[in-house]
DNA sequence: GAATAAAAATGACCGCAGTCATTTTTTGTA
DNA sequence: TACAAAAAATGACTGCGGTCATTTTTATTC
């Protein structure tokens, strides 16, 4: 039968991910080398190669499992009915804080996955989405409690605020900010501006906005 | 006298920065070793390391020339009197253009921009500011014009959209956008969401931004 | 079970970024 | 100009990420 081979290659890339756990927390990224992440694992170095493409991807695939593990974390003790303004500021600062644990690590991360290369670029598409998915409900409830704007396109206001998110992410690693007070209050500053516009007061059509026309 | 020196280290930066210029452009960043960048500028390779931190800051030194010669560029080419939407489209989109002339220089002017190390963090906090003075009065006039509220800060207000542009360039690099028309439709139309808000129809209070109370 | 083909594992090897003990050049002083 | 001290330049060296020709293991066929 063939099941072997599957089986032994699944135990193989637990092996991988595994040693990667334990030497990326110990020793760091940087400092740990494939070579010894192969030993670690049990394996030769060449190996690592048919299951990840890169040290980083290695990375990405830990970093995968533990922000899985981090949403269900927040969707349990995240209040539905708050306004989104809060429940937003208080996802995105737990985010915030997981991956700045780790400066260093959270800055691999993060470069990996805002501009990716040609060989991570799947494996970060994936993030992404599994990363929209997660808010997609919140701003369905949101919009529904009419704190949106009804005509919004739901991807792109996420888009809007996860964007702001990297900006504050990105003042952080420039040594803007530099108490976690400081990220919290660009932040919430940053979402109210996005809620409010930038522009000021509206046209008078946008009061109602299914303003249904034909 | 001791201005031999100054004026020889000045030289062999030169040096080094021109040697880097032909050789990024003709080779690429990644084929281009730190030894044969050292031989095209006629020193040793150890030598470089006196003058930049990582083969990287050379390259984010080359941008910061050539992204200054852009500015001005842009400066003389666009007029002050158009709307605030229109000016910022076309400047982050000419912007885009000449980042992803060459998709990796970009990835790598980008990667250490937005999430510097500490090596890098001095240089790109320049890059920021810079980025930052250029915008400084198209806002003014815009929010002189009424197209900008009153109580704003302009630094927040550029770094609202600048985060945009981020998240648009973002996306390109995941490979979401493949036509310069998708970038120049999601840029757009971030920046009219950003300038419109979010959130439904404001307060009326906000009609009229100059609300001096007491 | 033997023979053959296909898949997987391996570590010697390559090129490179960055380091550092040593050498060379410049400056200050008598 | 001679000499010592400080600054700068250097390239052999280190450790690493990634490759690839070769070896080992697994599946298939008779």
Redesign the pocket.
Same mark, same amino acid.
């Given at each position: /039968? =063939? =099941?072997? &081979? %599957?089986k @032994? !290659?699944r135990q193989?890339r637990k092996a991988i991910l595994d040693a990667a756990i334990t030497l990326f927390a110990s020793k760091g990224y940087? !400092? +740990?080398? /494939? %070579? !010894? $992440?192969?030993k670690a694992a049990?394996? =030769? @170095?060449? +190996?690592? #190669? &048919? #299951?990840f493409? +890169? !040290?980083?991807e290695i990375f990405l695939a830990f970093c995968e499992e533990e922000l899985d593990f981090l949403r269900q974390e927040i969707s349990q003790k995240t209040d539905t009915h708050k306004p989104l303004l809060e429940t937003l500021v208080d996802i995105f600062m737990t985010n915030f804080q997981y991956i700045t644990r780790n400066n260093d690590f959270g800055r691999v991360y993060l470069r990996e996955l805002v501009f990716p290369t040609k $060989?991570t670029v799947d494996r970060t598409k994936e993030m992404d989405n599994r990363f929209i998915m997660f808010f997609i409900p919140f701003f369905e409830k949101a919009q529904k409690r009419g704190e949106l704007r009804q005509d919004l396109e739901l991807l792109f206001a996420i888009g809007h605020f996860y964007s702001l998110y990297l900006l504050t992410l990105s003042a952080w690693y420039s040594g803007k900010l530099l108490e976690e007070e400081d990220v919290l209050m660009l932040l919430r500053m940053l979402f109210k501006q996005a809620l409010t516009g930038l522009a000021p007061g509206p046209s008078p059509s946008q009061q109602l906005p299914i303003a249904n026309e034909h």
């Open positions: /039968m =063939g =099941g072997v &081979r %599957e @032994k !290659k193989t940087e !400092k +740990t080398s /494939m %070579e !010894k $992440l192969a049990g394996i =030769g @170095k060449g +190996t690592i #190669y &048919r #299951y493409h +890169t !040290k980083s $060989l």
